[in-house]
């Protein structure tokens, strides 16, 4: 075998490897966690642990599947959080017994998110204002709003229906958990096999060649934040029945622990390339750290820390790699 040949031989299993890495790397990185935390805690992998996790993880998972929809569309979403806050504040004012069908607190919710999504849209694609500005305003308008919904109390004595709905289970399997799971496969098969799915893609990953070929791209800016508004918001009714309670500080941080998850399970901040399903192992990976370390009796502020540090080394990630391209 000739040096070249060797040289050649060499450059493509390092190439097979980083792409193995790339595609994989976040499934090894979370069954590694799980290993650690198991050889840690005797607790951690038992049956009751593990639909905790799921539990814990579905509310911020639904509102997460919704951020990686903006980041593939090559935007960002900083009201999650404000529109948690609002929608559950909103829907437990219709939630009290024998006043309402739990149709309707869930019908005011997704409304509220409705309207957040179309303010969003309509200024970041007709306005051509940067999202982030713009994400940033509505945010801070929206917290408010909550406050002034409720004049700063939370809104409890709540019907045992509109509890139940997210505090029930379906053989043994928490009502959450299966909410997440219907809302993954929706927006999976959505985002992969749907001629919207791949018009997404395609802004994200270049606006301008997407108008070129025919997409509407104002259209496709709109749809991905009022879906992003709609599952915060369906995120904020289901904290407000698990809860039992309207909380104008609800949701708090919910925008950084979604586009952490997003960009923790592969999708670039720039837009056009990830997967919802990467955003589901980013969101339990950061779950699985907040569960071992609370097992281990560690602080919640290092949880902070740790988060941040994982958010960081991501991008760097995301950074280099396409430098690398």
């Not at 493509?12 to 198991?38: E, W």
């Not at 004012?93 to 303010?119: D, M, Q, R």
């Not at 409720?150 to 958990?177: F, H, T, W």
Request: glycine share 14%; aromatic share 8%.
């Amino acid at each position: 075998m000739t040096v070249n040949a060797t040289i050649t031989s060499s450059a493509q299993a390092r190439a097979k490897f980083f792409a193995f890495l790339s595609k994989y790397g976040i499934y090894i990185v979370l069954l590694v966690l799980c290993g650690i935390m198991t050889c840690l805690s005797p607790y951690f992998l038992t049956s009751r642990n593990i639909l905790n996790i799921l539990n814990q993880v579905s509310i911020i998972g639904i509102v997460a599947i919704g951020a990686t929809v903006i980041l593939l569309g090559g935007g960002i979403d900083l009201t999650p959080g404000s529109v948690v806050a609002v929608a559950g504040v909103c829907a437990a004012h219709f939630g009290h017994p024998g006043e309402h069908s739990i149709l309707v607190p869930l019908g005011i919710a997704i409304l509220i998110g409705l309207a957040f999504g179309l303010v969003n849209g309509f200024i970041v694609a007709k306005g051509g204002v940067v999202p982030f500005i713009v994400t940033l305003g509505v945010m801070t308008a929206g917290r408010g709003t909550a406050l002034l919904a409720c004049d700063g109390y939370q809104v409890g004595n709540l019907s045992k229906e509109y509890i139940a709905v997210a505090s029930g289970r379906v053989m043994g399997i928490p009502n959450l958990v299966i909410y997440f799971a219907i809302v993954f496969a929706i927006f999976d098969f959505l985002m992969h096999f749907t001629r919207f799915g791949r018009h997404v893609y395609a802004v994200g990953g270049n606006e301008i060649a997407a108008h070129a070929s025919g997409v509407n791209v104002d259209r496709v800016k709109i749809c991905i934040y009022v879906i992003g508004a709609v599952l915060a918001s369906i995120g904020g009714f289901l904290l407000s029945s698990r809860t039992a309670v309207g909380s104008p500080i609800a949701g708090l941080g919910y925008e950084l622990d979604a586009i952490a998850s997003a960009v923790i399970g592969g999708t670039s901040t720039t837009g056009g390339v990830g997967r919802v399903s990467g955003t589901i192992i980013g969101a339990l990976i950061i779950q699985v750290i907040a569960n071992g370390l609370d097992m281990l009796g560690v602080q919640s502020y290092w949880q902070q820390i740790v988060k941040g540090a994982i958010i960081v080394l991501a991008v760097y990630l995301d950074v280099r790699s396409k430098r690398k391209r």
